[in-house]
């Protein structure tokens, strides 16, 4: 029987007491949302803390809704939300891809976006599909709080711009014309972590690519920003060409490495083709090609 | 640190340490021993428990978070001697083999039908992927689960 050790536990009332809580615990206190990445990890003794915050009481964080030019996230939405969200659905299409395909529906039932990009394991899905859409982190700490984008977001493997004694509070999505995304994943069997997976979104302009987000998987030691695809896109007409060139990056810019999940050349290959599934998905998407 | 939880509509207290599972608090309830334990990644379902009519797998939550939440346990389904269509299906549909996995299985299976009375194969299918039957025993399950919605419908016309 595999047991968590022993630690203090209080239950949060507010984001401020969080905070302040945070703050009085030092670095021996860590914040439980879902649980579905900290709990296994504190039942295998990968992570002890001392002091758990849970802030599954905070229904102030649990909020999908349109703020002028933003979709606003709260942290603490679930899974199975993010997957039911008709606005979400509408705007970023890429979420329902991404939710039907993270873990199964009673795991979806607890999970949260915060716990996910927090956790920022490199096979997150969410990750990829919030560096994708060039979503914005808000973070609260004792000194107040801080907008920061995905690239500065994700610092290294598992370590994200969130410190010790901060809380992420929502994660916010802008709002442009021409978007279109999707997320490609290939798993194992179901409800399994990606082999590999690609986000991928497009704000089309006059039948050109204004601008493109492109995010890897399970394909490094972090989530894959693909910068460089990104600018190849820019300004071109969309052709089945660029999509294979695009995906020729992702697989020469991903760092993946060999496990049960497969080997590096077959990951690096699967990178390419999800890379160009997504965007070839995407832009159909922004076009209204695909219903 | 003393915890209150409702578990199938009666209140039970106990004083535990915060790192007790709540799939432990249920099965240390005197007659709850239906809700399995069965890994410890949170993967295979068995100890699948409703909470607040929502299935959840009970060993990646703290008992410490489940005050002040309804939770519903395999031994709910049957009230008053009379089986609950999911397990009269079950039992219909040969749907379990050792039955390490059917707890998790018929909970989550209950929570489908309180959301969806007719769901297709594949949503069901969808539903239980997060149990794993080791005798791979899939096939009846989803049989088991369609008979329920089936007499499920077939009770209310008659009602
Ligand atoms: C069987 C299984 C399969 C899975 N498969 C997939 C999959 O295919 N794809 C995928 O993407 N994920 C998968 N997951 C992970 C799942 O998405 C988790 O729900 C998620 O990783 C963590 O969310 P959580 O709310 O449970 O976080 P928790 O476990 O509660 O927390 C995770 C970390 O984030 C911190 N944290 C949480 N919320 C905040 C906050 N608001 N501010 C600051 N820090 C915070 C915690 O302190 C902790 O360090 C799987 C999980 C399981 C158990």
Redesign the pocket.
Known sequence: MQTPASFEYERATSVDGVIAALKKRGSGA????????????MKLRL?K?EYLID?NDLTE?SYIREEGEEIAIG??T??VELLNSELLAEHFPLFRD?EQ????PV??N??????????A?A?????AVCSAVKAKAV?RGADGERTVSMEEFHVGPYTTA?GAG????EVRLPLRAGAGSAHE?V?RRA????IAAASAAVWMDGGKIAEAGIAL?AVGLTTIHLSRAEQLLKGKAPTDELFVEAGEIASTDCSPSADGRGPVDYKRHLAGVLTGRALRRAVSRALHQEA | MKVSISINGENVSRDVEPRQLLVHYIRETPGLTGTHWGCD???CGACVVLMDGKPV?SC?ILAVMSEGHEIATVESLEVDGELDPIQAGFHEQHALHCGFCTPGMMMTARALLDENPDPTDHEIRTAIS?GICRCTGYKNIVAAVRWAADHQAAAKQEA
Do not use: F, Y
């Open positions: 860590r914040v439980i949302a879902g649980g579905h990445s900290l709990m296994p990890m992570a803390p802030i964080l942290a603490l679930r899974h991404a395909v993270i873990a199964d795991v979806r607890r999970g949260t976006i915060g716990g996910s990009l927090c956790q394991d096979a997150e899905d969410l990750s973070i969130v901060d809380l992420l509070i994943k798993e409800g399994d972590w990606a998987s | 990644t949170s993967n797998k990646t997060g």
